[in-house]
């Protein structure tokens, strides 16, 4: 099952391959996997939906990283050209908490 535990909004900026591409205004949500009969997290088991607003600028779809007011970065893949993000899982390819 997945708990929703955090939700941030703010302004912050894409990155691909470390360089700005554009500033945007984002929405995220982030569940944490957790057991059904314990209620306790599941290491590694997340997922982070969201939205970016990209006045019609094409990025593409994969090599993004967005970085949040408060310095929190994770790589993210857009889902359409309305500016939707996913991301799932944990470790150096998703987050860049570690």
Do not use: W
């Not at 939700?7 to 957790?34: N, W």
């Not at 006045?55 to 309305?82: H, M, P, S, W």
């Amino acid at each position: 099952m997945l708990k929703l535990v955090e939700q941030r909004s703010g302004i912050g900026e894409l990155l691909r391959e470390g360089h700005v591409v554009c500033q945007v205004t984002y929405r995220i949500d982030r569940y944490q996997g957790v057991m059904d009969d314990s209620g306790l997290p599941i290491p590694g088991l997340h997922r982070i939906e969201g939205s970016v607003e990209l006045d019609a600028v094409d990025l593409g779809r994969a090599g993004l990283t967005l970085r949040l007011e408060n310095g929190q970065i994770f790589k993210v893949a857009l889902a359409g050209r309305e500016g939707r993000i996913l991301s799932e899982g944990h470790g150096p390819g998703v987050c860049l908490c570690c």
